[in-house]
Nanobody, 124 residues
Framework: QVQLVESGGGLVQAGGSLRLSCAAS????????MAWFRQTPGKEREFVAA????????YYKDSVKGRFTISRDNAKSTVYLQMNSLNSEDTAVYYCATGSSRYVSRRLEEYAYWGQGTQVTVSS
């Protein structure tokens, strides 16, 4: 079955950077789009970024454009989220996700497989 394992979260000061990783297994990674979502207590899970199957098309939540970069290494079956200029509003649990499509989508229901999440805390 498909498994997604996130890593790289932690505590960082405002203005700092983190890089999240998500290692996938269980099927041919390069055939499918990948995405990052995030969630804070009491709020719905929200879209952050997505990349298509090849990595040449990406899509971002407006508030992270220019600060976050999603990328993938199909040879390593891993997707990354480079996060720069972090602020307190970026504090959340970040989830890696994938589904059955090759193409980017911001819709949560398009993603059937989820990782366990990794906590990102930005201190001001």
């Amino acid at each position: 079955q498909v498994q997604l394992v996130e890593s790289g979260g932690g505590l960082v000061q405002a203005g700092g950077s983190l890089r999240l990783s998500c290692a996938a297994s269980g099927r041919t990674f390069s055939n499918y789009a990948m995405a990052w979502f995030r969630q804070t207590p009491g709020k719905e899970r929200e879209f952050v970024a997505a990349t298509n199957w090849s990595g040449d098309n990406t899509y971002y939540k407006d508030s992270v454009k220019g600060r976050f970069t999603i990328s993938r290494d199909n040879a390593k079956s891993t997707v990354y989220l480079q996060m720069n200029s972090l602020n307190s509003e970026d504090t959340a649990v970040y989830y890696c996700a994938t589904g059955s499509s090759r193409y980017v989508s911001r819709r949560l229901e398009e993603y059937a497989y989820w990782g366990q999440g990794t906590q990102v805390t930005v201190s001001s």
